[in-house]
Protein backbone atom coordinates (compact mmCIF):
# COMPACT_ATOMS: atom_id res chain seq x y z
CA UNK A 1 0.00 0.00 0.00
CA UNK A 2 1.24 3.62 -0.72
CA UNK A 3 -0.54 6.57 1.33
CA UNK A 4 -0.02 10.16 -0.58
CA UNK A 5 -0.78 13.25 1.23
CA UNK A 6 -0.81 16.56 -1.18
CA UNK A 7 -0.17 20.34 0.49
CA UNK A 8 0.39 23.64 -1.05
CA UNK A 9 -2.91 24.11 -2.45
CA UNK A 10 -4.81 27.67 -1.91
CA UNK A 11 -6.32 30.85 -3.57
CA UNK A 12 -3.85 32.74 -5.63
CA UNK A 13 -4.49 35.91 -8.40
CA UNK A 14 -4.26 35.13 -11.98
CA UNK A 15 -0.79 35.06 -13.27
CA UNK A 16 0.56 33.95 -9.91
CA UNK A 17 2.41 30.85 -8.92
CA UNK A 18 1.80 27.92 -6.27
CA UNK A 19 4.00 24.48 -5.43
CA UNK A 20 2.24 22.14 -4.71
CA UNK A 21 3.88 18.97 -3.00
CA UNK A 22 3.12 15.54 -2.50
CA UNK A 23 4.86 12.98 -0.18
CA UNK A 24 4.36 9.30 -0.61
CA UNK A 25 4.63 6.82 2.41
CA UNK A 26 4.53 3.26 2.88
CA UNK A 27 5.45 0.64 -0.35
CA UNK A 28 7.12 3.50 -1.59
CA UNK A 29 9.92 1.08 -2.95
CA UNK A 30 6.96 -0.14 -5.58
CA UNK A 31 6.82 3.45 -6.89
CA UNK A 32 7.09 3.31 -10.76
CA UNK A 33 5.47 6.80 -12.13
CA UNK A 34 3.97 9.71 -9.93
CA UNK A 35 1.37 12.20 -11.43
CA UNK A 36 -0.98 15.07 -10.88
CA UNK A 37 -3.89 15.22 -11.65
CA UNK A 38 -7.37 17.93 -11.49
CA UNK A 39 -10.54 17.73 -11.25
CA UNK A 40 -13.21 20.87 -12.27
CA UNK A 41 -16.90 20.98 -11.08
CA UNK A 42 -18.63 19.51 -13.35
CA UNK A 43 -15.94 17.70 -15.56
CA UNK A 44 -13.57 14.77 -15.50
CA UNK A 45 -10.22 13.87 -13.74
CA UNK A 46 -7.87 14.92 -16.46
CA UNK A 47 -4.17 14.21 -16.19
CA UNK A 48 -1.43 17.29 -15.50
CA UNK A 49 1.79 16.29 -15.92
CA UNK A 50 3.55 12.59 -14.86
CA UNK A 51 6.85 11.77 -14.05
CA UNK A 52 8.48 7.82 -14.85
CA UNK A 53 10.99 6.80 -11.94
CA UNK A 54 14.08 7.85 -14.73
CA UNK A 55 13.03 11.68 -14.41
CA UNK A 56 10.85 11.63 -17.98
CA UNK A 57 8.23 13.72 -17.73
CA UNK A 58 4.83 14.59 -19.80
CA UNK A 59 2.70 17.00 -19.82
CA UNK A 60 -1.05 18.09 -20.63
CA UNK A 61 -1.38 20.68 -23.58
CA UNK A 62 -2.78 23.47 -21.69
CA UNK A 63 -0.48 23.45 -18.99
CA UNK A 64 3.11 23.04 -20.98
CA UNK A 65 5.51 25.64 -20.31
CA UNK A 66 3.76 26.85 -17.40
CA UNK A 67 3.91 24.05 -15.10
CA UNK A 68 7.19 22.02 -14.15
CA UNK A 69 6.37 18.35 -12.38
CA UNK A 70 9.66 17.41 -10.83
CA UNK A 71 10.52 14.15 -8.16
CA UNK A 72 13.08 13.55 -5.10
CA UNK A 73 13.02 10.10 -4.99
CA UNK A 74 15.27 10.66 -1.70
CA UNK A 75 12.25 12.18 0.23
CA UNK A 76 9.67 10.38 -1.73
CA UNK A 77 8.19 13.62 -2.47
CA UNK A 78 6.91 14.82 -5.84
CA UNK A 79 6.15 18.74 -7.04
CA UNK A 80 4.14 20.68 -8.93
CA UNK A 81 5.27 23.84 -10.29
CA UNK A 82 2.54 26.18 -11.37
CA UNK A 83 3.60 29.36 -12.53
CA UNK A 84 1.47 31.82 -14.80
CA UNK A 85 -1.81 30.60 -13.11
CA UNK A 86 -5.45 31.27 -15.08
CA UNK A 87 -8.73 30.91 -13.91
CA UNK A 88 -9.35 27.82 -15.82
CA UNK A 89 -6.70 26.19 -13.91
CA UNK A 90 -9.12 26.30 -10.95
CA UNK A 91 -9.72 22.71 -9.99
CA UNK A 92 -8.51 20.22 -7.10
CA UNK A 93 -5.33 18.65 -7.70
CA UNK A 94 -4.80 15.25 -6.56
CA UNK A 95 -1.30 13.50 -6.50
CA UNK A 96 -1.21 9.57 -7.94
CA UNK A 97 0.91 7.36 -7.70
CA UNK A 98 1.24 3.59 -9.77
CA UNK A 99 3.31 1.07 -8.82
CA UNK A 100 5.20 -2.17 -10.46
CA UNK A 101 1.95 -4.19 -10.96
CA UNK A 102 0.27 -0.94 -12.51
CA UNK A 103 -2.11 -0.60 -9.11
CA UNK A 104 -2.90 3.01 -8.74
CA UNK A 105 -2.94 5.29 -5.82
CA UNK A 106 -4.55 8.48 -4.94
CA UNK A 107 -4.03 11.53 -2.37
CA UNK A 108 -7.28 13.17 -1.07
CA UNK A 109 -6.67 16.21 -3.16
CA UNK A 110 -6.07 20.05 -2.34
CA UNK A 111 -7.76 23.03 -3.77
CA UNK A 112 -6.52 25.25 -6.20
CA UNK A 113 -8.46 28.44 -7.24
CA UNK A 114 -6.94 31.23 -9.49
CA UNK A 115 -8.87 34.22 -8.98
CA UNK A 116 -8.68 38.31 -8.66
Known amino acids: QVQLVESGGGLVQPGGSLRLSCAASGSIFSINAMAWYRQSPGKQRELVAD???????NYSDSVKGRFTVSRDNAKNTVHLQMNSLKPEDTAVYYC??????????WGQGTQVTVSS
Open 51 to 57: IASGGTT
Open 96 to 105: AAVDVELQRY
